[in-house]
Structures are given as structure tokens and as C-alpha cells.
């Protein structure tokens, strides 16, 4: 599935591919959080989230060290 967002801070138009897995994910996330279309998907600090340590940085770490340990087995 190919769908295309608008960075906020630069106006451009950015497409990108999702997996009918990774779809269907969001999906059930947008109906349990009740968002609507003008929601962001993930709420950050500035846009009224709790704050936890779980940040930008942390999940990146985690995602690098997953896709390497995967990758190098």
C-alpha cells in the first residue's frame, strides 16, 4: 500500500510503502485511540502526550539493534 504525507514543517509531499500487516496495525490503533483525520497518529509532548521515557531516540536505538540482530543471524 503506497500512500503519501505532508511534512508539517516543510510542506513537501513524502510517499512511502506500508505492508498490509503494518496497514491493518494502524488501522486497529486509529479505531482503539478514536482518532479522527485531522488527529496526529502518535501524539507528541507538544500536542498534549504524557510524558515517558519512551522517545524518538529510544525507539530508533531499539529498531536498529532489532533489524541488526535479525539480519546478522
Known amino acids: 500500500m503506497r500512500?503519501?504525507?505532508?511534512?508539517?514543517?516543510t510542506g513537501s509531499l513524502v510517499q512511502f510503502e506500508i505492508?498490509?500487516?503494518?496497514?491493518?496495525?494502524?488501522?486497529?490503533?486509529v479505531k482503539k485511540a478514536e482518532l479522527?483525520?485531522?488527529?496526529?497518529?502518535?501524539k507528541s509532548l507538544i500536542h498534549g502526550a504524557?510524558?515517558?521515557n519512551f522517545d524518538r531516540n529510544t525507539y530508533?536505538?531499539?529498531?536498529?539493534?532489532?533489524t541488526r540482530e535479525?539480519?546478522?543471524?
Open 3 to 9: 500512500t503519501n504525507v505532508v511534512q508539517q514543517k
Open 19 to 29: 505492508t498490509p500487516n503494518t496497514g491493518e496495525s494502524i488501522l486497529a490503533w
Open 36 to 42: 479522527k483525520a485531522s488527529d496526529y497518529l502518535f
Open 70 to 73: 535479525r539480519v546478522n543471524s
Open 50 to 52: 504524557e510524558p515517558n
Open 60 to 66: 530508533i536505538s531499539g529498531l536498529q539493534t532489532w
